[in-house]
């Protein structure tokens, strides 16, 4: 089954021969940034957009940000016939995968699309929901990531991701979540010379005193004895 691509951009013209260029894949055209988001919507229905920085109504770094807050493991390629200073900061601080100039180069851009899928394959090619969720909390574990966002990304409702989340993993989100921060934390004690504090926001709790409690509980050590006790063995 090919991948998908969906092209954002208000030229039709532009829309239609670009999507001949790129037979090799099914795509989908949106003329406008609420017809993209209609057809984002549907779960699982897109592998990568094609995004135009000029849009009706809505810039394209603009709509960006909102699909990389939706829908992350989704590969985003900007493209430009105005690639300004601001135009290119503002695709990078919006998280775009990648940045293509108009005129379109299209070896250019089958290259970059080929990797990136390629890349996000590891993600697309899990055999089921139990491995794709692992490695996207796993390659997420420095970042706060609530129920709400699972769901969002499965495109399930938050109260059937969370009872869906407890019965593949064996135990609730939550739980599962302050485990993976505990051995990230192990790994930091160990290997680093971070202040605790360092430590507790880059697994972001914002109260160091909180992860100081939750890692005793979890290891019956303090980090502080957790630490000596990695170097001195």
């Known amino acids: 089954m090919p991948f998908t691509l969906l092209i954002i951009d208000d030229d039709r013209i532009f829309c239609d021969e670009l999507c001949e260029t790129l037979d090799e894949y099914e795509t989908k055209i949106a003329l406008s940034p609420q017809q993209a988001l209609e057809i984002l919507s549907a779960p699982n229905s897109v592998d990568l957009v094609l995004l135009d920085v000029r ?3 809505m810039w394209g770094t603009e709509l960006l940000k909102i699909i990389k807050s939706r829908y992350s493991r989704i590969s985003v390629i900007i493209m430009t016939a105005f690639a300004s200073k601001e135009v290119i900061v503002g695709a990078l601080r ?5 940045f293509v100039e108009k005129p379109i180069d299209i070896i250019q851009l089958k290259e970059r699309i080929q990797n990136l899928l390629e890349t996000s394959g ?11 969720l692992k490695y996207y909390l796993q390659k997420n574990e420095d970042k706060k990531i609530e129920i709400d966002d699972l769901a969002r990304l499965m495109g399930y409702t938050p109260k059937y991701m969370s009872r869906l989340f407890k019965q ?3 135990t609730t989100f939550i739980e599962y979540r302050v485990n993976q921060k505990v051995e990230r934390a192990k790994r930091l004690l160990s290997t680093t010379d971070w202040p605790i504090k360092r430590i507790a926001y880059s697994i972001t709790y914002e109260n160091p005193e909180s992860f100081v409690r939750i890692f005793k509980k979890k290891t019956g050590y303090t980090p502080s004895q957790y630490r000596n006790k990695a170097i001195s063995s």
Do not use: F
Request: some cysteine; aromatic content about 4%.
């Open 55 to 57: 849009l009706p109504g």
């Open 94 to 98: 919006n998280q775009a995968d990648d």
């Open 122 to 132: 590891e993600i697309t090619n899990c055999s089921n929901d139990v491995e794709y």
């Open 168 to 170: 593949k993993m064996g």
